[in-house]
């Protein structure tokens, strides 16, 4: 009995175990004209703005409760998100037109209600394992952990002996130079890091600052991944 009841807690505390901040307050500037009219969040991939795809994706991993960070035309992504028929619990709080994402995170803090939560951007796709991700975080003991992905291949590669092509690789992927994926478990603490005067980019002047105090841990992830950036993102998702 003792061993079911830790059973059925571990499945409880999967399903519901932490809110998810999504940062969806940005321009998205080299959409050009498509994000004129409305916020990079609500392009459309298939027949549902990615910001759909990110909560289901969130949600299928046992997250249910969502606060997203908005700013150019939040009215939109507003509206959309307030006529969503799902059993989500989402926050719309209005961050600032020209806040930069270091800056958005911080003035959310009082929304938070425990010790940890996932951030993660409104333009990016992923299948990454949540539960994998909040366990190599707990191990670490860090305030932060990022999801690290191979970089989107772009072009061939060639090797090169005696000005010869000795072997050519269409798209290959780098798995030595991680980047940035986009999927953080951030501690609350993490606010103590982010100076509310400053306008400045989280992935700037915070992640330098966490890495050099040996405070980010890693997560890396080999499956899908995919940032929407420009249209031709978009068409590939």
């Known amino acids: 009995l003792i061993t079911f009841f ?11 175990f932490m809110q998810a901040v999504i940062l969806a307050g940005g321009k998205g500037t080299r ?5 004129k009219s409305i916020p990079k969040p609500m392009v459309k991939v298939g ?3 990615i910001i759909w795809h990110i909560l289901k994706l969130l949600s299928n991993r046992g997250i249910r409760e969502f ?7 939040e009215s939109i992504i507003r509206k959309y998100l307030s006529n969503i028929k799902e059993n989500w619990n989402i926050k719309c709080i209005y961050t600032g037109l020209n806040t930069k994402t ?25 299948n990454v394992n949540i539960k994998k991700l909040k366990i190599t975080h707990k191990k670490n003991k860090k305030l932060a ?5 191979s970089p989107i291949p772009r072009w061939g590669a060639l090797n090169i002996k005696n000005n010869l092509v000795t072997k050519f690789h269409e798209k290959p992927k780098d798995n030595k130079n991680l980047i940035n994926g986009g999927f953080f478990i951030l501690e609350k603490k993490i606010f103590n890091y982010l100076d509310l005067k400053k306008n400045v980019m989280w992935e700037q002047e915070p992640m330098i600052k966490l890495a050099k105090n040996k405070m980010l841990a890693a ?9 929407m950036d420009t249209e031709r993102d978009q068409k590939y998702l």
């Open 6 to 16: 830790i059973y059925i807690c571990s499945l409880l505390e999967y399903k519901y």
């Open 67 to 73: 606060i997203i960070c908005t700013g150019y035309k």
């Open 145 to 149: 952990t990022v999801t690290a992905v």
């Open 219 to 227: 997560y890396i992830h080999n499956g899908f991944w995919y940032a």
């Open 102 to 126: 270091a800056k958005r995170i911080g003035l959310i803090s009082k929304y938070i209600k425990d010790d940890i939560f996932l951030m993660t951007y409104g333009d990016g796709l992923s």
């Open 31 to 35: 959409f050009g004209n498509v994000t």
């Open 47 to 49: 027949n549902k703005p």
